[in-house]
């Protein structure tokens, strides 16, 4: 019988097919710099009222309820209280992990969720902010108009219970786990195959089928796979 991607083979499959398409990918995004382009209309809609695939901006977030105007998206995570969530915004930047543990040391928060509004970035910290979300035993999720991209839905499966609003936009994209310079491409892939190792075994510690990983590894970094409600509850990502 054929395997399907979600059997283990199906899934390392679609990760080794990945590699050199993926290598490739990460030389043409630093030759291209990390500017340019426009946010496209309806990029922040409900999957609903919009296609599932769309252009990645991580410095922009949705504007306030009501004005189709968008905001920056804040360079790193800011944490603070908001009534008995965690409010957790920003592009996840390098050494996040370790400023959100210093940080709930500090505030010791009496909180029983995180509420996220990220679209994304380094994708070590999200595993490691995710463990120590699991680890504290809060829920985690996505408020109406705010997003969780890219990185974030790793840090997002570290809740103990999560739910996305209905306006709420999740998304998920082939991840860059390497250092931000041209490298050769098997060296780039070896980044690649430890990275996506590291993600697969915290999605199986956290309970969330693997077949997510399908939904990232098919969609290229420049751009966004928004999951529908269904995607989101058959993967296991919310409960």
């Known amino acids: ?10 899934m390392m499959k679609a990760v080794l097919v990945s590699q050199l398409v993926i290598g490739a990918a990460l030389v043409a995004i630093d030759l ?15 999957p609903a009222q919009g296609p599932s695939v769309r252009p990645y901006r991580p410095d922009l977030r949705p504007g306030e309820p009501g004005t189709p105007a968008m905001r920056p998206m804040p360079e790193r995570l800011a944490f603070e209280m908001e009534g008995e969530a965690i409010s957790v915004t920003g592009q996840i930047a390098p050494g996040d992990a370790d400023r959100f543990a210093q940080w709930l040391d500090q505030h010791r928060p009496a909180a029983t969720s995180v509420a996220l509004d990220s679209s994304g970035g380094s994708v070590s910290d999200a595993l490691a902010i995710g463990r120590t979300i ?51 491409a098997f060296m780039a892939v070896k980044d690649v ?6 993600v697969m075994d915290y999605l199986t510690e956290m309970g969330v089928d693997l077949r997510l990983m399908g939904q990232a590894l098919r969609t290229p970094p420049e751009e966004i796979n928004i999951l529908t409600p269904e995607q989101m509850t058959d993967f296991r990502l919310t409960t």
């Open 134 to 184: 699991r680890a504290a035993g809060y829920a985690t999720s996505v408020a109406e108009g705010s997003v969780c991209m890219s990185a974030c839905p790793y840090l997002f499966a570290g809740g103990t219970d999560r739910t996305v609003a209905e306006s709420g936009v999740m998304g998920v994209h082939q991840s860059y786990y390497g250092q931000n310079t041209i490298l050769p």
């Open 32 to 46: 291209r710099g990390a500017g340019g382009g426009t946010a496209a209309p309806g990029l922040f809609a409900p």
């Open 193 to 198: 195959q430890r990275g996506q190792a590291a």
């Open 1 to 10: 019988m054929k395997a399907g991607l979600s059997s283990p083979l199906g």
